[in-house]
Every structure is written in C-alpha cells, then in structure tokens.
C-alpha cells in the first residue's frame, strides 16, 4: 500500500524480530547497516510510553553516491531507510519511501533509479 510517498507492508513476525529480519537480508546483499534508531526505547529513556518503533538506516555507496552526485539534495533522503513498526491494532508494518516520490521528489534520473530498488526487495523480504 503506497500513501502520500509511503509504501506500508504488513508484517508476520514481531518487531524485533523483522528488524532482525533485515538486518540479515542486509547482511547477505553486503548492504551496510549505518544505524537502528530505537525510537520506542528512547521513548522510554525519557520517560514516555510509545508502541514499537525502529528505522534502520542502511546502503550502499556504490548505488548511493551516483544518485546524490545527479540530484544533491537527495541526500536528505539517502541513505535509505525502513521503519518497522506496530500500529495501533498491535500489527507489524514495514514502511518505506517509495521510489516513485523519492524520483518525483529529487528528480532524479530514470537510469538512477535500479540504484536504489533494492529496498523494495529488503522490505518485501523482511515482511515476508
């Protein structure tokens, strides 16, 4: 399901366990894993409640870095990004920029694109 950019896909397992999901289909695509920012548990370190959330940055500079040469201000969006998280119905999501709103948005060129489609396959996998 793709909304305002957004492509959302439901999830089968818990959340720690597709971000570890991910990180294994990362690992075996020698994408690197630039951070997991626990948004949940920082939540907790200040003292507020959240349901689980994580976004794990990841990529890779040989896809990346053309993409940001052609359109510079793609950088804001790259590295690339997957937020698994729980919705209020207490179901597992993994979401992503699509890469139709990331093109329109940085116009960047349609030869460019195959660089960044990997996450649609990573997102896909780790839902699965």
Request: glycine share 8%; aromatic share 4%; no cysteine.
């Amino acid at each position: 399901m793709e909304t305002t950019g957004i492509v959302t896909l439901p999830g089968h397992l818990s959340v720690p366990e597709t971000v570890e999901k991910v990180k294994t289909i990362l690992a075996s695509k020698n994408v690197a894993l630039f951070a997991v920012i626990d948004h949940d548990g920082e939540a907790k370190k200040a003292g507020l409640t959240m349901r689980p959330a994580k976004l794990l940055i990841f990529g890779n500079p040989r896809a990346g870095t053309p993409v940001m040469v052609a359109s510079p201000l793609s950088a804001l969006d790259l590295p690339l990004k997957i937020l698994v998280w729980e919705d209020a119905a207490g179901k597992v999501q993994v979401s992503y920029n699509s890469l139709s709103w990331l093109q329109q948005r940085h116009n960047i060129p349609d030869e460019l694109l195959p660089n960044l489609a990997a996450i649609e396959g990573i997102a896909a996998g780790a839902a699965g």
